[in-house]
């Protein structure tokens, strides 16, 4: 090859894997490739925060000699072999390394990890060299990627937007081109949201699909996997690293087959209920509404039957504030967890106005009021899935509630710390349902508005059924391509 950076740039993982199998490009090729493109593209996104290219290179070499010395295949090294790849600073704990979650204090003390999440070991032994850390908003708590400790983090499509949160630095690098596929996590959409901003597949997958383990918990909100800019890589990657582990509370039934077999397949005729309205009655913009009707006439040019349906859960005015109590309680404890990895409580100055507003709205939480928040979540989740035991397939709507927003738009404001969790309220509606819920959804970058803004759209299905999502995004991904779409900033 000519230019490695350049010539790979625009490959997804599979591909690039290809090349590294063929020996057609070593994995230090792949490595300096991709450390050449996030050095040269970087300084105007601020997506990665941390860069460990010694050490990856080191890994790379591993790969290689391996390869040289005849020991090495996907048995051997993973079907990602000597792909480079991003860790978001945020609970993606990597053995030896520092993590931060985007706080100005544990910035300054980088603490280190003592042994991995067993994701990021998962993500290792797939083949995966990870050459640092993305930026994040601290403790992932808004749905934009501007923490005080490192700046904001810009689109790749305009640098005055945000490129989503709170995987908006993962977002940001995949969609620039600086690597193929990210670590991302979702708490209320943080794989999605960004996804949507980016232009990339964005799957959020069932609680308990991948295990949270040893640092988390399966049962609670949040899951772990990635961005990316195929259906395929998404596939291929979760059938590395999906399962228990050891001590999982909830676990999701394992796959009848690989999910990169779903890669292609036929689903059949399906059943999709179409959301093109805000389930509060509140504003959905135009680009959104455009967007999913657009989606809905694909999937029904691919032979599906889709009329206006949803589950009427959604409805539910009362979910917010159940969101939010469990949602505070984790910022709470979330805190507590950094003072002790520095060594000192934490105070206000070190943290972010809004995320100590909501740390001490948890402080005024009793335990009766949090077990019964609790209990009301798990009425919903049951209420929410019912939608899909009667009949329907798939729910197909908006990823978010209007174009990627400005930078600063998510500001908290002198006297209302909490004025951006509120902004985020109108940005963001039809992701945190489905974190409650614990169900799989993802997002697609089928539409793109007149001022070339990625507008995501959201499928979601059943619990447990990645299977299907894989295959109708596959299917709406060979019918309407997007891999040829490149940012302004590249």
């Known amino acids: 090859m000519g230019n490695i950076a350049e010539d790979t740039q625009w490959l997804d993982a599979t591909d690039q894997a290809a090349l590294i199998a063929s020996g057609e490009v070593s994995a230090a090729e792949m490595v300096d490739g991709a450390a050449e493109r996030i050095d040269r593209i970087d300084g105007d996104l601020n997506a990665v925060v941390m860069r460990w290219y010694d050490r990856a290179r080191r890994q790379a070499a591993m790969i290689d000699d391996a390869w040289a010395d ?12 000597g792909v480079p790849f991003l860790l978001k600073d945020l609970g993606a704990h990597d053995a030896g390394m520092p993590m931060t979650s985007g706080n100005r204090a544990m910035r300054a ?15 290792r032994d797939a083949g995966l060299i990870t050459l640092g850390r993305t930026n994040s908003p601290e403790l992932g708590s808004l749905p934009v990627t501007e923490p005080m400790a490192y700046g904001p983090t810009r689109s790749p499509w305009d640098t005055d937007r945000t490129p989503g949160g709170s995987s908006g630095g993962a977002a ?18 943080s794989i999605r949201i960004p996804a949507s901003c980016c232009g990339l597949v964005g799957l959020k997958t069932s609680q308990g699909r991948i295990t949270m383990g040893p640092y988390a918990n399966e049962s609670g909100l949040s899951v772990s996997f990635c961005v990316s800019r195929s259906v395929r890589d998404s596939a291929r990657l979760l059938d590395a690293v999906q399962g228990p582990g050891v001590g999982d509370t909830v676990i999701a039934a394992a796959p009848t087959r690989p999910y990169i077999d779903e890669v292609g397949s036929n689903p059949g005729r399906l059943r999709i209920g179409l959301l093109d309205t805000h389930p509060l009655g509140n504003a959905l913009h135009d680009d959104c509404i455009t967007a999913v009707r657009s989606a809905a006439a694909m999937l029904e040019g691919l032979g599906h039957d889709v009329s206006p349906g949803h589950p009427p859960a959604l409805e539910d005015a009362s979910f917010t504030p159940r969101f939010m109590a469990m949602w505070s309680t984790m910022m709470a404890v979330s805190i507590d967890a950094m003072g002790e990895s520095i060594g000192r409580e934490l105070t206000e100055d070190d943290v972010e106005p809004v995320n100590w507003a909501l740390a001490r709205h948890a ?11 609790l209990a009301a979540v798990v009425e919903y989740r049951r209420s929410l899935q019912q939608w ?52 799989p959804a993802i997002n697609l970058p089928l539409h793109w508005n007149d001022d070339g803004l990625p507008i995501g759209v959201q499928l ?20 309407h391509p997007w891999a040829d779409r490149r940012p302004s900033v590249c």
């Open 70 to 81: 005849g020991g090495a295949g996907d048995a051997d090294w993973g079907p990602f072999a």
């Open 109 to 123: 003390a980088q603490p280190i990890s003592e042994r991995d999440m067993t994701i990021v070991t998962r993500f």
């Open 172 to 189: 940001a690098a995949v969609a620039s081109g600086m690597v193929s596929v990210a670590h991302a996590s979702d708490g209320g959409g």
């Open 363 to 373: 402080d005024d939480t009793t335990s009766v009021e949090y077990a019964e928040a």
């Open 388 to 439: 899909w035991e009667g009949g329907w397939d798939l729910l197909l709507t908006p990823t978010l509630c209007e174009p990627p927003v400005k930078i600063g738009e998510h500001d908290s404001t002198p006297g209302d710390p909490m004025a951006g969790m509120k902004r985020a309220g109108d940005f963001i509606a039809f992701t945190p349902p489905f974190n409650a819920s614990g169900q």
């Open 460 to 479: 979601v299905a059943a619990y447990g059924r990645e299977d299907l999502l894989l295959a109708v995004a596959s299917q709406l991904e060979a019918a």
